[in-house]
Nanobody
Framework: QLQLVESGGGWVQPGGSLRVSCAAS????????IGWFRQAPGKEREGVSC????????TYADAVKGRFTISRDNAKNTVYLQMNNLKPEDTAVYYC????????????????????WGQGTQVTVSS
């Protein structure tokens, strides 16, 4: 079964850090660009970050630039999103998505065109 599974979400106080992971099963991630998206209650889904197939290129939404870092370990078939200096407005369900051949990297933050999506992991930032 081909699937993406996110993990690592949770509750953290403002200013804290979390690292969420996106692990693939049934396929290898090195042929895919990986995007992270989030959706807060009552809001539309928005792009957070995207990393190219090689991992040499990455892009970020302005709201997270300088605070979040995306990375990938193709040997572990996993992509990570390190989130530092978290703010209450970062509270959302975070989803990862995989795009075969990586063209969606150039369409970021558009979420259309990804072949696989994870089920999401909740991140809550509050005091």
């Amino acid at each position: 079964q081909l699937q993406l599974v996110e993990s690592g979400g949770g509750w953290v106080q403002p200013g804290g850090s979390l690292r969420v992971s996106c692990a693939a099963s049934g396929f290898t991630l090195d042929e895919y660009a990986i995007g992270w998206f989030r959706q807060a209650p009552g809001k539309e889904r928005e792009g957070v970050s995207c990393i190219s197939m090689s991992g040499y290129s990455s892009t970020y939404a302005d709201a997270v630039k300088g605070r979040f870092t995306i990375s990938r370990d193709n040997a572990k078939n996993t992509v990570y999103l390190q989130m530092n200096n978290l703010k209450p407005e970062d509270t959302a369900v975070y989803y990862c998505a995989a795009d075969l051949h990586g063209m969606q990297y150039f369409n970021f933050p558009d979420s259309a065109g990804y072949e696989y999506w994870g089920q999401g992991t909740q991140v809550t930032v509050s005091s």
